[in-house]
């Protein structure tokens, strides 16, 4: 068995998942996930969280091989969700004298799913662990997904472990480090990643990214998808702009349709947004596309126009839910339209309007709303949203 060795004596021991569908139950994975975890052999050994329990088996084979009969001394717990924390309590019956490294708020976690409560170290912000060759520093990132998520800088050879942080849907394809791959597609999942999994805590990764300046970084292990090298930069900066809320010119046009007149008056906003100079334009009918990446592209493009017909006096249930991801995730900042139709009486416009005024967005254009199929007589007024956008989002 031969694991990569991703700097001197650091060597790459997680595992990727081709087989679950969806993460957290909730988001497509169309090409998999990795969850990444880290081996550290110097004086002493310290691996960098574990993996999903579905892979325990398999990532506890490679541990052993890599140790070779050595005693494993440290786990550092970066983060305690299950897809890292899972394999926690079967590698501490494999390593019973293993000394589990966290904070105090990890602790509490840690008893409640895996009842281990014994064997810890409890670290705090700017403490350091000495493993001989390497000195390890941690710093608190709470919130960069969960409350009790920690990074961990080894200041020998500055390298970041920085938990869900920079990381990304996608399976590992053999290379590991992003200098040994065409890395594209794993920066645009990032955007994904980023806006459904840790789109909620702006502040928090602000706070964490202005931690981490102290620090030369020379390499990422994040726990999904690349080991990032050659493009922390532009790693650092995408968490700069998506924490901050800051988009890109474009517009997001999201609908749902029962009998096909919202979406016709999609259609028409969309040729005049064109007409009118956007080049970015997402088209999503939210019974076709995932919410995933509807959300991926509302964090990405400033411009925003929802589509709904009027369902029992109320919003179409899909763009309800729709509403509810973008207001959990608190997006700031956001160009707003709407537009809809309805059968025999109007209500989703209307409540639409009520959902940006919560969120505290620019409403661009006057709301359009069409009785039964009366595309042609709101034609104009369509036409008139995308043009008002278009002006605000064209660059
Ligand atoms: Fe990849 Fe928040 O766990």
């Known amino acids: 068995m031969k694991s990569k060795e991703i700097a001197k004596d650091l060597f790459y021991v997680g595992v990727n998942d081709r087989q679950k569908s969806l993460f957290e139950n909730l988001w497509p994975l169309p090409a998999g996930v990795s969850y990444n975890s880290y081996l550290m052999i110097d004086q002493k050994t310290a691996l960098f969280d ?21 005693k494993l001394d440290y786990l550092i717990v970066n983060h305690m969700e299950p897809d890292h924390s899972g394999s926690i309590r079967m590698l501490k019956e494999q390593y019973p004298d293993l000394k589990i490294v966290g904070n105090a708020q990890t602790f509490k976690m840690l008893e409640g799913f895996h009842g281990i409560a014994e064997g810890l170290h409890e670290v705090k912000e700017g403490d350091t662990l000495d493993l001989g060759r390497r000195k390890l520093q941690f710093l608190m990132a709470p919130m960069v997904h969960w409350p ?6 080894d200041l020998t050879d500055h390298i970041l472990f920085s938990a869900d942080a920079f990381g990304t849907f996608g399976a590992l394809s053999g290379n590991v480090i992003d200098t040994e791959m065409n890395a594209d597609a ?18 928090p990764v602000q706070r964490a990214l202005k931690k981490v300046k102290d620090f030369e970084i020379s390499t990422i292990c994040t726990l999904h998808g690349p080991v990032w090298r050659e493009r922390i930069p532009e790693m650092l900066s995408l968490y700069e702009r998506l924490s901050r809320y800051e988009a890109e010119d474009g517009v997001t046009i999201a609908y749902g349709s029962m009998y096909g007149n ?17 080049r970015n334009i997402a088209m999503h009918n939210t019974l ?52 809809g139709s309805f059968s025999w009486a109007g209500a989703a416009v209307k409540r639409m309007g009520a959902f940006a005024e919560r969120m505290n967005w620019e409403t661009v254009g006057a709301p359009v709303e069409q009785r039964q199929g009366t595309i042609a007589e709101r034609f104009d007024d369509c036409w008139a949203l995308g043009a008002a956008m278009a002006g605000k989002v064209a660059g």
Request: aromatic share 14%; proline share 2%; hydrophobic share 40%.
């Open 50 to 70: 574990t993996v999903d329990i579905c892979y325990a088996d398999i990532f506890l084979k490679k541990i052993a091989a890599l140790l070779d009969g050595r």
């Open 148 to 153: 009790e998520v920690m990074f961990t800088i």
């Open 186 to 203: 794993f920066i645009q999942d990032s955007i994904r990643y980023y806006s459904n999994i840790v789109g909620k805590y702006g502040n």
């Open 262 to 278: 919202t979406e016709q008056m999609a259609e028409a906003i969309a040729l005049s947004l064109s007409e009118h100079g956007v």
């Open 288 to 339: 076709k596309s995932h919410a995933s990446y509807i959300l991926s592209d509302i964090f990405r493009y400033r411009g925003l126009i929802i589509g709904s017909p009027t369902y029992s006096n109320q919003i179409y249930p899909d763009i309800e839910s729709l509403l509810s991801k973008i207001e959990i995730r608190e997006v700031k900042n956001r160009y707003f339209g709407c537009f």
